[in-house]
């Protein structure tokens, strides 16, 4: 059956067209995207922009880091029931706390390095260009070895004027802005839900999806990195447009998108279906289900993913949330244990410890530049404890005879 109304108009799509054609295309945007997720290349950025002594420290930090086969060894385990856990932790806010981070799993030779991270990161054009986010992946993607790395790009988020008059050029759209300074415009927001500005930009009215887009492949041709958090409906229907040719770039749907249901997501399922790869493949590489979620209703949705017959999208759910992000004490463990039991694979994603430790905040994840720099080794202690619930949790999981994966570090 055929939409009643497409998702994009002919403009929509000729916009789009344009803005990745202003980047090269797709074949240029996908090459790039390679060339910066090498080691070497990485590595010579990094050391020209001032990060080279950091990626040495990481790089020693690595080498006694420890793995998930002598845990397995030691507690005599075998994998005998169906159901994979995928580990995945949030809040790596930038080089020097991911380094923090690394520093304690290297001292204390227990923890594990997840296979997915998230970053809850505005991608401001200094983060993006003055090599801590290249340094950021290096660590994570190329000496942690971590399978996925999540950036998040906010609409919200100040640009240089060059920035929006560039975007105003290729698209023809004129955006409603204001200017922090002389030198940059940011979008204004006119539903501020939150203390963060409704979440630090989920708001994306108009055609401010076109600002989405540009910011992720301004920093996917930059830096190499390929995964995107994904927080409304407009950009998700633009993300899988765009994408649709550029096979190495994929992008994670937000819990805040209230994927709550099974109804939720066969809306998602159809935004999907619409613009799928020559493949089959969809840009969409996982999702976020809601934390309202029962577990019946994880693995209905789950199941009904796997029926859709679209190939290789993952559903993840919180058992872990910050304390001003949700309820008190969430705790989602259990049902992880019955959605595992059925034969459901998920992944198992942190956005806290459990313990309401300081700087274990959505409001950590919005920290200015100076204020982040300054709290670093805090917030990287708070990155460790997130890494120790998840590696202690997967432990258990492995214990009940399902298999955990975990960055391909913590293997032999």
Not at 123 to 132: K, Q, S
Not at 142 to 158: D, H, L, R, Y
Not at 368 to 384: H, T
Request: glycine share 8%; proline share 3%.
């Amino acid at each position: 059956m055929s939409l009643h109304f497409p998702f994009l108009s002919k403009k929509d799509m000729e916009q789009i067209d344009a803005l990745k054609e202003s980047y090269g295309g797709a074949s240029a945007i996908e090459e790039s995207i390679r060339k910066m997720r090498e080691y070497p290349a990485r590595k010579k950025v990094a050391e020209e922009k001032g990060f080279g002594e950091m990626l040495e420290k990481a790089e020693e930090y690595a080498k006694v880091f420890p793995k998930v086969d002598d845990f397995i060894e030691k507690e005599n385990i075998s994998f005998t029931k169906p159901g994979i856990a995928t580990t995945q932790v949030s809040g790596w806010q930038g080089a020097p706390i991911t380094l923090r981070a690394m520093k304690l799993i290297s001292e204390d030779q227990k923890t594990l390095v997840p296979e997915e991270f998230i970053s809850v990161m505005a991608l401001t054009e200094d983060y993006v260009l003055n090599g801590e986010l290249l340094t950021t992946l290096a660590m994570s993607e190329n000496i942690m070895q971590a399978e996925k790395f999540c950036n998040t790009n906010m609409v919200s988020t100040p640009q240089s004027n060059e920035i929006y008059q560039r975007l105003e050029k290729i698209t023809g759209e004129k955006f409603e802005t204001f200017s922090p300074d002389n030198n940059s415009r940011a979008l204004i927001l006119k539903n501020m839900g939150t203390p963060f500005g409704n979440l630090g930009g989920v708001e994306v009215a108009n055609n401010n999806h076109l600002i989405y887009l540009d910011g992720v492949l301004r920093t996917a041709v930059n830096t190499g990195g390929d995964f995107f958090l994904n927080p409304s409906w407009s950009t998700i229907v633009a993300a899988c447009y765009l994408a649709r040719d550029i096979k190495n770039l994929s992008f994670k749907i937000s819990m805040l998108l209230s994927t709550q249901n099974a109804i939720q997501l066969r809306m998602l399922m159809n935004i999907m279906k619409e613009y799928l790869r020559e493949d089959g493949s969809t840009a969409i590489y996982e999702i976020n289900l809601g934390n309202g979620q029962s577990p019946d209703m994880f693995i209905q949705c789950a199941k009904e993913l796997k029926e859709s017959g679209i190939p290789g999208v993952s559903v993840a759910g919180h058992l872990r949330i910050n304390p001003d992000l949700g309820l008190a004490d969430f705790d989602w463990t259990e049902n992880a244990y019955k959605v595992l039991d059925s034969g459901t694979d998920m992944t198992i994603k942190y956005e806290s410890d459990g313990t309401s430790r300081d700087l274990d905040t959505m409001g950590a994840y919005f920290l200015p530049k100076d204020e982040r720099l300054a709290n670093a080794e805090q917030i990287g202690n708070v990155i460790y404890y997130k890494c120790v619930r998840c590696t202690n949790d997967a432990k258990e999981i492995m214990k009940r005879g399902h298999k955990a994966t975990f960055g391909k570090l913590s293997y032999k």
